[in-house]
């Protein structure tokens, strides 16, 4: 067969000459052996439905974090070179690739389409493609290396995109922006997608998703003094579609009366299997918008082992500790709880209930799924018996924080879990609603951080009667209600991969990824008196997990460098600034 020739950049090569949602052999042959033909395919809206099902595995999940731009942050005590600003360029990157190689995929199939003869039996998967161009032109190439080669067509040899220069950030926004607002009127709503469907992409979905677009690069270019007009439109933008989705009353929060303040806990470990007290399954569970869904025992499509069995245990920092507020709706350093330090247990009391639901409590027993599960979830002595030995902190540990969000409770094989990954949710739509509302008036109201923030701080803190969030309580107190809306977004949403893209957006990750990343406090505390050795300190006796000599985020490490090997094969792409 005809090669292509080696002067084709690699990326837009493997773009070129990817199959259809089949797969190939060989990525540089012109007509794969083991393509689906065309005389035999994309005939009916039933081919183009099972073209689209592809689409599907280029959402985030527990596999698939979608490069990167999106590792580490400064809640957890993840020493990865991204959050740390050690990364260096690399001559070839597979995240790249494999985006160029999904939106040729996606190209085919709208490609397809526009010859079919019947154009409204098609719509939904056509929006639905839409939806993941957009998809992964943001959550894997934008957020990442910022504007991009924008590829609207199937290519070929001749096309002028193969030694193209980059689109403009601009450029490349307004087109993810055009793909999502273009699949929206065509996509169902959520409650008219039937049973055998569920889990497809909706009306309400690509709204969510827009409106975190739409949020990130208005606040992107906010703090990077952009054009007010240009940022402005866009916080708008994100404000009207997440006020759609919340107006839609498509979803609601997942707080079940008979899990109380626990529903959140088993809302991330929700099987159709018995995983929680109550025997509550994934049919309650109406927060999702879109999810990345699994089955136990589908070995087929398993939960990675670092993800379900690491997750009890897995480190976090002494930020993510302090940043939940106490029972009084007050952070630390302004309660009048009488938050200490002093013993292992104490600055988990009084506190935020998400803190002893995500965050593991020195001396508290724990259960985990292949290992020491719950029997009944009845707390009996059997029960108790087979649960993990007492926590101890300090065991295997760099910071004595630990989180357990991931782990299952259940007797399940590790990677046989059957809980969903969260691709968008209506709580972070809440968030997003609140922060870009801020962003662009300055200010909030009482009734919009009723119908939206405050509703996910109340979720699991009905026990404690946590105060709400209003102007009135933020002046009392001298709250920021910008640091505080970005609190919440921190605390509820800290083991979903976003808050990378946060600080990046807000432009503080270089202040934040470059200060030390501490533990505990060790001196003067039970750590010091129970533990004879202690671990690298800090001059106020806090545990240093990682010091400042370690951490080198600047300006550059906003973006990713682009690999050298696509340079090198087409000089019009250009570094990004910094890495050249």
């Known amino acids: 067969m005809k090669k292509i020739s080696k002067y084709i950049p690699l990326v837009l090569a493997g773009y070129l000459f990817s199959t259809t949602p089949y797969g190939c052999k060989s990525a540089l042959d012109l007509q794969p052996k083991d393509a689906v033909q065309d005389t035999n395919f994309y005939r009916k809206p039933n081919d183009f439905k099972l073209a689209a099902n592809t689409f599907y595995n280029y959402l985030r999940s527990f596999s698939n974090g979608n490069g990167d731009g999106h590792a580490g942050s400064d809640l957890t005590a993840d020493r990865g070179a991204i959050a740390r600003g050690t990364n260096t360029i690399v001559s070839n990157d597979i995240n790249y690739n494999d985006a160029y190689k999904w939106i040729r995929n996606i190209n085919y199939l709208l490609a397809k389409a526009n010859g079919y003869p019947n154009p409204a039996e098609l719509k939904q998967y056509v929006a639905e493609a839409k939806f993941f161009r957009a998809y992964v032109y943001f959550d894997k190439l934008f957020t990442s290396y910022g504007g991009v080669v924008l590829v609207k067509d199937v290519l070929t040899t001749a ?106 806990k088993y809302l991330f470990i929700l099987e159709n299997q018995k995983s ?15 999810a990345v869904r699994y089955e136990s025992n589908n070995l087929l499509k398993t939960i990675p082992n670092q993800i379900s069995f690491g997750a009890l245990g897995a480190d976090m920092s002494r930020k993510m500790a302090d940043m939940y507020l106490c029972s009084d709706g007050l952070p630390i350093n302004k309660t009048a709880t009488g938050f200490s330090r002093a013993k292992m247990t104490s600055e988990y009391e009084h506190r935020d209930n998400r803190m002893r639901y995500f965050m593991m409590i020195p001396g508290y027993l724990y259960w985990q799924n292949a290992t020491n599960w719950h029997i009944n979830w009845d707390w009996s002595a059997a029960d108790v018996a087979n649960a993990r030995p007492k926590f101890d902190p300090w065991t295997n540990d760099i910071t004595a924080y630990s989180n357990q969000q991931w782990a299952a409770e259940r007797k399940v094989p590790n990677s046989q879990e059957g809980y969903d990954y969260p691709v968008l949710r209506l709580a972070e739509v809440y968030l ?35 105060p709400k969030l209003s102007n009135s309580f933020a002046a009392l107190h001298g709250l920021d209600m910008k640091e505080e809306i970005r609190r919440e977004r921190a605390v509820e949403l800290q083991g979903e991969g976003q808050r990378m893209d946060d600080l990046k957006r807000w432009h503080i990750a270089h202040i934040e990824l470059t200060k030390p990343l501490l533990g505990v406090r060790w001196a ?57």
């Open 524 to 580: 003067g505390t039970e750590f010091a008196a129970k533990y004879p050795k202690a671990p690298a300190l800090t001059a106020d006796g806090d545990v240093l997990a990682d010091p400042v000599s370690e951490r080198k985020f600047t300006e550059k490490n906003y973006l990713i460098p682009i690999p050298t090997n696509q340079i090198q094969l087409n000089p019009q792409l250009k570094q990004n600034p910094g890495w050249e």
């Open 432 to 466: 997003n609603y609140a922060e870009a509302l801020y962003e662009r008036n300055g200010m909030i109201s009482d009734a919009d951080l009723d119908r939206s923030l405050n509703l996910v701080r109340l979720r699991v803190n009905g026990s404690i009667n946590m």
């Open 159 to 264: 096309s002028p995109e193969l030694t193209a220069a980059r689109n403009t950030r601009e450029e490349t926004i307004d087109f993810i922006i055009s793909d999502l607002e273009a699949a929206i009127p065509d996509l169902p709503l959520e409650g008219s997608i039937g049973d055998a469907d569920k889990g497809r992409i909706s009306k309400q979905a690509a709204q969510a998703f827009l409106g975190r677009v739409c949020l990130y690069e208005g606040t992107w270019q906010k703090y990077r003094n952009g054009d007010a007009g240009r940022y402005n439109a866009l916080l708008s933008k994100s404000i009207a579609n997440s006020d759609a989705v919340i107006s839609s009353a498509q979803f609601s929060l997942f707080k079940p009366a008979v899990l109380g303040d626990s529903a959140l």
């Open 276 to 290: 929680n007290p109550a025997g509550v399954t994934k049919a309650l569970n109406n927060e999702y918008i879109l």
